[in-house]
């Protein structure tokens, strides 16, 4: 009834899969669907994207049960790795593949009993300095895991920390050092995110981990997603539910921060941060809206952004009324411009909705 809707699609979905597999060279894909399929749902994004990727990436154990328990069989990669002796065997027994980054995560693997094989890509710490082991250690890493009966070393993974940005001089450094270790051990490298598989097509190893691009968004600031052949994948939309009349000189919401500069309408939308529409958004932010003729019209936010409510300077849109649908992002309104212009980037954007929003799942 409030009207507070988010659309979701798999054609896009799979669309995009389809690109990141053109762009490839014959890696595997693996899907990143962590973080609740980056807003989208997690068991719909698995089950849209199983007939076009080869597997999927999730951070924590409890993703991946999840998709267990939703009957994906496909391959699993765990990020994150594991915390303790039974999320390791556990993960064993759902046939998870291992990140290991970390000492603490050797001894795991040293000293907990495993009925199931399992196998272990070694992260490592090519500059990023987040999660990884040391290059130095690599050798001593390499003999300790031949001596854990129950594993299996099938990789080398990194992350490239600057192949979004111009000017990007770390990416070639990084991917000389897993190169390097992957040859040292005859075993695959992965370390191609969505940045990197458009940037560095040289960098796609034997298995690649899309994540943004998959989602409808760019990983570059420059560039926008229907540039780079994707598709929009999720339409946030909400109804106006009032309109008001203020005179030029007022000011409109929390703080009074946004002051009529005229005679003004500002109507009323019923999303909020309470939905997950940035609270940080600015005055000014775009929108779109559709009138009675059903054409989209270009509109801007006006004041602060409160719990349950936006408002929206419609002034210069004579034809909107009450029941009016506008249009958060999607088609109409790139929700890369929308981040740009709360200085945050979409993939925050897509993760913080709330289960508020009516879900439609096209």
């Not at 210069?316 to 411009?337: I, M, N, Y």
């Amino acid at each position: 009834m409030r009207g507070t809707r988010l659309e979701l699609r798999s054609d896009s979905l799979r669309h995009n899969a389809r690109r990141a597999r053109q762009l490839s060279g014959g890696a595997s894909v693996f899907a990143m669907v962590k973080a609740n399929g980056y807003g989208h749902g997690l068991v719909f994004v698995a089950q849209s994207l199983i007939e076009d990727v080869d597997g999927f990436g999730v951070a924590v154990l409890e993703e991946a049960k999840a998709l267990r328990a939703a009957g994906i069989g496909a391959p699993i990669m765990l990020l994150e790795g594991v915390f303790d002796a039974d999320e390791l065997i556990t993960a064993a027994a759902l046939g998870c593949e291992l990140i290991v980054h970390s000492e603490w995560q050797l001894e795991l693997l040293e000293s907990t009993p495993l009925a199931e094989r399992v196998s272990v890509w070694l992260k490592l710490d090519t500059g990023m300095h987040r999660l990884g082991l040391p290059l130095a250690e690599l050798d001593a890493v390499v003999s300790r895991l031949q001596c854990c009966p129950a594993v299996s070393l099938v990789g080398m993974a990194s992350h490239f920390a600057c192949a979004d940005m111009l000017g990007d001089s770390m990416s070639e450094a990084q991917l000389q050092k897993v190169r390097y270790a992957a040859a040292r051990y005859e075993v695959p490298y992965s370390a191609a995110n969505s940045a990197a598989i458009f940037r560095y097509p040289h960098s796609v190893g034997r298995r690649v981990r899309p994540g943004i691009m998959l989602y409808g968004s760019s990983p570059f600031a420059d560039r926008s997603a229907a540039s780079l052949g994707l598709q929009v994948t999720q339409r946030l939309s909400a109804k106006i539910i009032a309109i008001n009349q203020v005179p030029s000189g007022d000011a409109v919401g929390y703080g009074g921060d946004w002051r009529a500069q005229r005679d003004s309408r500002i109507a009323v939308v019923a999303i909020g941060y309470g939905d997950g529409y940035p609270r940080h958004a600015p005055s000014g932010t775009a929108l779109a809206v559709k009138n009675v003729d059903g054409a989209w019209r270009s509109a801007t936010l006006a004041g602060r952004v409160s719990m349950d409510m936006i408002t929206i300077d419609v002034t210069d849109l004579p034809l909107t009324q009450v029941g009016d649908e506008v249009e958060l992002w999607g088609d109409q309104v790139s929700v890369d411009d929308v981040a740009q212009s709360c200085g945050t980037i979409s993939y925050e954007l897509f993760c913080r909705l709330t289960g508020r929003p009516e879900r439609e799942f096209l």
